[in-house]
């Protein structure tokens, strides 16, 4: 008896301290929204766009920055996607492709401080930095993503350094 209880005991005990085993991957259309609100922009630095705490830094004077700026005080969906197929010829949809590279840095001024207008909070003390690379060129692309959330942070973390696709719908 004492034997049986102690072996319940032992197996209790590594089920609550031995990390959960994640799931199979999901055969078939994987989609993780990002982001998904009301996108803003800024007005002086017409390169930056964010919905809530998710940001995008994109070139100005560019054909995607003014596609992009459609989508001002308007519902906007960033998600990550394997299968384009349902995008590939959609209005209000743009496809980005590439490898996911992540940069961290600290976080330049604390969050509560306005510096030239609002920067990404979160609750971090460092922001993730997030770029596009194509392998054939080996160049990141010209679109930069950020955050210092650690909810939205989390969501791209099984895809660094992997292939993804990044759907941004305009609704």
Known sequence: MFLTRLASMALT???LTCPAAKP???AGPVEVVVASGTMNG????????HIGE???QVPPNTEFNRWLSQGLDRNV????SNDTSRFSDVVNVRILSGTLVRNISAAVTPATEDVMGRL???????VHELFLKDEPTGILG?????TADRLTASKFEDYVGK???????IE
């Open 13 to 15: 005990a590594s089920l």
């Open 24 to 26: 199979a991957a999901a």
């Open 42 to 49: 800024r007005f002086l630095a017409r390169a930056l766009f």
């Open 54 to 56: 998710f940001w995008m």
């Open 77 to 80: 969906v960033i998600m990550l």
């Open 120 to 126: 990404p909070e979160g609750d971090m003390a460092y």
């Open 142 to 146: 010209a679109v930069t993503f950020e």
């Open 163 to 169: 292939p993804v696709n990044v759907i941004i719908r």
